[in-house]
């Protein structure tokens, strides 16, 4: 509130004249005017106030001296006299009306003459009259009083006289007041032109003269000199300040402009868009030299043949890519084209800044390629997955292999022993699939993979052929063999690279894989039907074979045959020498058995040592019996392998149609039932199935299952037979020969079912039994007191080939506390001659023990005298065959001598087995041997008879 007038005053401001003179002359006018205004009211009203005062007191005075001039005519009645002195009294006057009334209430009036005056306004008469008031004197004469004199104003005049005075004043005022402003105004006016000729310093700034300075005038107030030379000071600091800015702006723009020069691609262009002048980088990465470009269109330059002009001159900025045919070849330049005005609207030049985005370029185009190549090979993969032959993939990769590098053509190459072959071609080598190129087969060219652009020697017919100028290839490695070769090749010159020749290998990689499954799909269809290692038709092709030969036969009602064939003791050439040779076995016994057979004939492989011969036409059983027996002499022969010579004979059964069954199935199981006939009888033979047969086979399969009840029942016992030493003519050992006491058939000799026990592998317990029993004889023998002599033991070839044979001996023997002396192993030659090396390690260890070792049945197999020396053995035992016919048959005896003096030399003892007769004995002493066994001395008895033995040792 206290602020509101102020705030009045404030809200004229903006209304105030907006030039400084108009303000100032404004503002000195207002002040002018009120102070003239205060000043003359002041002066008016004192004037006013005094004239009143003075017009008063002079009122008082004139009705004094009237009536002191009246008073004597008065008394006499000369009111003429009261009259004129009255008039006289008006004259000049400020009153209007002059009377005398006198105490009668007469009245002599006199009024002053009206005279036409300046009308002053009504409020001032008003306030005059107001002011004034009316003069009585009271005439007394002598004490007595004759009347009043009374003066009545004149207001009218009186404000006349004052409003002129007013009138007056306010013209002289009127006139200083003008004179005032005008002298204001003038010297106002003067000094502000000091101002206005820092518009001439503008002018001067603006035209560039910067260094002009604003102009003073001598007479300047000093406020605006000050001002005007601030002004100059401000201008020249101004001055300097932007010289620097200047300075450091062009410095800033030198390096922007080498650092855009170092990173960009820039050329100037007028503005009709010819080149005017280009920077290094131009010229260096467009390979252009700078006469080359200056002066052509910027449209046009490195613009390769036939392309879009990508921008012509325009006053918009311009952006875009831009392809640049350059010296060194095609770039990408991302292109920003800048007009720079002379005057709005008006174009003086471009400036050109490229960006190389070659690279980029390269590697966008390098991602889409890989993108399509991963496509075109997930689509050969899919189509690798789902073929059922491989021309179609083959054709397809190479089309993929063509599409994947953008090459006018492609082929996929197998190799085969004359060379290359085309088996697919895509492109220019469409029409080339299954042509034949001479030249490098095999793995010849496995190295030559990769990026080698160059075409191979074999290729060039095709190439001239096709215009083909370059190519790439990469082998298709299929395992450990190479299929083939996949190329690709192009009709320009072109530079493959490492991302090409990876491509190549993926697609090379799914035809390698499809042709692997194939081969794979292509093996198990064969496997379904042959059997690998010999090559011959397996069991189901038999069966479908014999099938086929069974409804021949029953159509022609004639009559078909097959023959079961068995290898005898495979095993153990399995088990001693090891499978490989085994498998060598196999092969060779395969292609005697095909040379044995006739040409409608099957030869089959059942599985492991079986074999079976399909007779599709058999016209009598003599045939059969024929080639049954060409069978056994053929497999009789010794078979020569890893540099050695072995002996397997062949055990055959033959089932004819329709005697001995109607269908595959049964003539093939009576077939077998024969072969196991064939076995029992001695092996190496062949016989026709005949019913008893499928008898003895349930038989063996019965014998078989009951062993395996055997041990736990404890129908083994162990009988022993004694040696003799010729020398002392004592018993010098036993040998422990198991028997089987079965629960119907009583004892059963070990021939009968010690290969059985082999074939299921319960050999192992059941040998592990005996050397125990063994171990708790002896120590009954011992506690009975007896002279216990060495026991020998028979080792069979599993058990030889048991992992830790002579640790489960050990334990054995330690457990029962036997000493080890007390036990001899026997084993046979050929167990040992098997796997000589492996023999030699478990005979050191269980020697180790303490145990003593012979071999069995010496001179029926083939041993290695080397190796002889290197087992560490105590006697050999010659074999029954050799004593049987002694003495009388001299081959006999020389085989028996002989081995006598070979161990004697090798410093062994001699045990010769089945000594039946005294001159058997006699003559084995002539020779030298030192132990005999066989009936002779004794048969094998329970462990009971043994002391009876031992009593009566000394022979006759
Ligand atoms: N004709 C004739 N034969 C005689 C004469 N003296 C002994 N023999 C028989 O010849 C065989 C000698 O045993 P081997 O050659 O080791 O031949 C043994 C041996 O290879 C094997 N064998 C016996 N017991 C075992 C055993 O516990 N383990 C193993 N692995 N094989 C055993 O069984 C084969 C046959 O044993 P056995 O039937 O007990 O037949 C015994 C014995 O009764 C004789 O003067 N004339």
């Excluded at 809200?11 to 108009?22: E, Y």
């Excluded at 050929?830 to 071999?855: D, F, Y």
Aim: aromatic share 8%.
């Amino acid at each position: 509130m206290t602020f509101s007038p102020l705030l009045r005053v404030m809200r004229i401001i903006p209304a105030l004249p907006r030039s400084l003179v108009g303000r100032v002359f404004t503002v000195f006018s207002l002040t002018l005017l009120l102070s003239m205004g205060t000043g003359l009211g002041l002066f008016y009203r004192y004037q006013f106030l005094q004239h009143i005062e003075e017009t008063q007191d002079t009122a008082l005075t004139l009705v004094e001296v009237a009536t002191q001039t009246i008073e004597d005519s008065v008394v006499i009645g000369d009111y003429d006299t009261v009259k004129r002195t009255l008039g006289k009294m008006l004259f000049q006057s400020p009153f209007k009306r002059a009377e005398f009334i006198d105490v009668g209430g007469g009245t002599i009036r006199v009024d002053a003459p009206r005279v036409t005056r300046a009308l002053a306004p009504r409020w001032l008469t008003a306030r005059i009259a107001a002011k004034l008031y009316d003069v009585n004197r009271i005439a007394n004469v002598g004490g007595k009083d004759y009347g009043v004199v009374r003066l009545q104003f004149d207001e009218e005049k009186l404000a006349a006289q004052v409003w002129s005075l007013v009138l007056e004043t306010a013209g002289v005022a009127f006139v200083v007041f003008v004179a005032s402003l005008v002298l204001m105004r003038t010297l106002v006016r003067r000094w502000l032109d000091n101002l206005g000729r820092l518009r001439s310093f503008e002018h001067d700034v603006a035209a560039g003269r910067v260094t002009a300075e604003a102009a003073l005038l001598a007479d300047a107030p000093t406020e605006i000199q000050e001002a005007i030379r601030a002004v100059n000071r401000s201008a020249a600091s101004l001055r300097d300040q932007f010289g620097q800015r200047i300075d450091s702006l062009m410095n800033s723009l030198m390096q922007h402009k080498s650092a855009m020069d170092q990173a960009a691609i820039v050329c100037e262009a007028d503005a009709a868009g010819a080149i005017t002048g280009v920077n290094d980088l131009f010229v260096t990465s467009s390979g252009f030299t700078r006469p080359d470009v200056v002066g052509q269109r910027l449209a046009d330059v490195g613009r390769p043949a036939g392309a879009r002009l990508p921008w012509q001159p325009s006053d918009r900025v311009w952006n875009g890519e831009v392809v640049i045919a350059g010296r060194h070849g095609r770039r990408h330049w991302y292109r920003t084209i800048v007009p720079m005005f002379a005057a709005p609207g008006t174009v003086e030049r471009y400036i050109c800044i490229d960006i190389d985005i070659t690279e980029r370029k390269e590697f966008e185009r390098t991602i889409v390629e890989n993108a399509q190549r991963q496509t075109l090979i997930a689509e050969l993969g899919r189509k690798a997955l789902a073929a059922n032959g491989l021309d179609d993939l083959f054709a397809d990769a190479a089309d993929a292999a063509a599409r994947g590098l953008g090459a006018a053509c492609a082929a996929l190459f197998e190799t085969g022993p004359d060379g290359m072959r085309v088996r697919a071609g895509a492109g220019r080598l469409a029409q080339s699939t299954g042509l034949q190129l001479a030249g490098p087969h095999g793995d010849a060219h496995v190295a030559a993979h990769g990026t080698d652009a160059a075409l191979r020697p074999w290729f060039a017919p095709l190439a001239a052929l096709h215009g083909i100028d370059t190519g790439i290839d990469t082998a298709i490695v299929c395992g450990e063999r190479t299929f083939g070769l996949l190329g690709v090749y192009a009709a320009r010159p072109r530079r493959f690279g490492a991302d090409d020749a990876n491509f190549l290998h993926g697609v090379a990689n799914i035809v390698a894989t499809a042709v692997e499954r194939q081969e794979a799909r292509n093996r198990l269809t064969y496997l379904a039907q042959y059997d690998p290692l010999t090559s011959l038709p397996n069991r189901r092709r038999l069966a479908h074979s014999l099938e086929d030969a069974i409804a021949a036969a029953a159509r022609a009602q004639g009559r078909a045959a097959v023959m079961f064939i068995d290898l005898d003791r495979f095993k153990n050439v399995n088990d001693m020498l090891g499978h490989g040779i085994g498998d060598q076995l196999l092969v060779q016994a395969a292609k005697r058995l095909s040379a044995c057979a006739r040409a409608d004939d099957v030869v089959a492989r059942l599985g492991g040592d079986e074999f079976a011969l399909v007779l599709p036409a058999l016209d009598d059983d003599g045939i059969a019996a024929g080639i049954g027996a060409r069978v056994i002499e053929a497999l009789a022969q010794p078979f020569y392998l890893a540099g050695q010579q072995l002996f397997v004979s062949a055990s055959v059964g033959i089932a004819t149609y329709p005697e001995n069954g109607r269908d595959a199935e049964t003539l093939l199981k009576n077939a077998d039932t024969a072969m196991y006939g064939a076995k029992n009888g001695g092996r190496n033979n062949y016989q026709f199935y005949v019913a008893e047969m499928h008898e003895n086979a349930t038989q063996r399969l019965q014998t078989e299952t009951q062993l395996r009840q055997a041990l736990e029942r404890g129908e083994f016992l162990l009988h022993y037979q004694p040696k003799l030493d010729l020398a002392t003519g004592t018993i010098s050992g036993f040998e422990a020969l198991l028997r089987w006491n079965h629960p119907q058939r009583g004892l059963v000799p070990p021939l009968e079912f010690i290969a059985i026990l082999e074939d299921t592998g319960l050999i192992l317990p059941v040998g592990e039994w005996v050397i125990g029993e063994v171990c708790r004889q002896l120590k009954a023998w011992q506690a009975q007191g007896m002279a216990v002599r060495p026991v020998a033991i028979n080792l069979s070839a599993r058990q030889l080939q048991q992992a830790d044979l002579a640790g489960a001996v050990e334990r054995i023997v330690a457990r029962a506390g036997v000493d080890p002396a007390l036990l001899e192993f026997e084993l046979t030659e050929s167990m040992l001659m098997a796997n000589p090396e492996a023999a030699v390690e478990i005979l050191a260890r269980i020697k180790a023990l303490g145990m003593r070792l012979s071999v069995d049945d010496f001179g029926t197999g083939y041993s290695s005298l080397a190796y002889l020396k290197r087992f560490p053995l105590d006697a050999l035992k010659i074999d029954r065959t050799f004593v049987r016919d002694l003495p009388d048959d001299p081959d006999d005896a020389a085989i028996t001598k002989a081995v006598i003096r070979l161990a004697h030399s090798l410093s062994l003892k001699v045990v010769a087995e089945g000594v039946e007769n005294v001159d058997q004995l006699r003559e084995l002493e002539q020779y030298g041997c030192d132990q005999i066994q066989g009936y002779y001395v004794s048969r094998p008895v329970p462990a009971q008879a043994c002391e009876a033995l031992l009593a009566g040792t000394a022979m006759a």
